[in-house]
């Protein structure tokens, strides 16, 4: 792992593989890791950079409300420190709204997006529900949540089948600053980018969780039916994190539309 100065923060990152760029941007609360069970499959075919978003993993956590115009100079920072003119772009969660916002800020150095388990807004109501979190972690902490977060990012019989990894997941939420998370959720409450996705030109996937409750299918088809030339893809028999909990099937998805 490597450490990068930009935009008045240090990002940590990492690259493996050889080909052309691809940029892996994780979910809120967890880390570059979150993309491991990708990695054999991408790294043969591309040169694969993922980077801990600001607020998370060994990057900078300052204790400031963060937007997506500051994480996307975050990006497009760390793309200029090593000289990557365009890329294809991957993101999950809130991995995915970093990469709705960079592809709008610089679509010359976006040559396909990919946005997994994400949405482009949320109706107000959901937004209060993100003031409350943030309340919630300025006064107990990021612990608390873990629980409920495993509950809607994974299926109850994938929990069941598969603690080892549920625990794998839980030390990435807990190991979360609380000033990152707090930030984060900042920029997340306020997205709302969908009016303007028609702007976008490059080949874009959109890939949902059939069974998720926190980005449903209905906010990728939205964001599908937005960015001209789009497709959706269902994962069945996954929720939020479809990319570890359908891993094969979701890296097939990538291969297929990524590879020339």
């Not at 940590?12 to 052309?20: F, I, K, L, R, T």
């Not at 993922?50 to 409300?65: C, E, N, V, Y």
């Not at 890329?87 to 916002?101: K, L, V």
């Amino acid at each position: 792992m490597n450490t990068i100065h930009t935009n008045g923060i240090d990002i940590h990152y990492d690259v493996q593989g050889e080909g052309p760029w691809l940029i892996l941007s994780h979910s809120l609360g967890t880390d570059v890791t979150l993309w491991d069970d990708q990695m054999d499959t991408l790294t043969p075919h591309f040169r694969v950079l993922r980077f801990d978003t600001r607020g998370h993993g060994g990057s900078s956590a300052p204790t400031i409300p963060y937007d997506f115009a500051m994480l996307t100079a975050d990006v497009l920072g760390l793309m200029d420190e090593l000289d990557i003119e365009r890329a294809h772009f991957c993101g999950i969660s809130m991995g995915g709204m970093i990469a709705q916002h960079v592809a709008l800020a610089a679509p010359e150095r976006i040559d396909k997006l990919v946005l997994l388990s994400t949405t482009s807004g949320y109706p107000p109501e959901a937004r209060a529900l993100w003031a409350e979190r943030i309340e919630g972690v300025r006064r107990d902490g990021v612990k608390p949540l873990v629980k409920a977060t495993l509950e809607r990012w994974f299926t109850a019989p994938y929990r069941a089948a598969l603690p080892e990894v549920m625990e794998r997941i839980a030390r990435l939420i807990r190991a979360t600053p609380a000033a990152g998370y707090i930030g984060s959720c900042q920029a997340i409450a306020a997205l709302d980018v969908t009016d303007r996705l028609s702007a976008l030109r490059c080949p874009t996937l959109v890939i949902a969780g059939a069974d998720d409750a926190g980005t449903p299918p209905a906010m990728g088809r939205k964001i599908a039916e937005q960015i001209p030339g789009a497709r959706i893809e269902l994962v069945s028999q996954a929720s939020h994190l479809c990319n570890i909990e359908q891993k094969s099937r979701v890296n097939s998805l990538l291969r297929l539309f990524l590879e020339p």
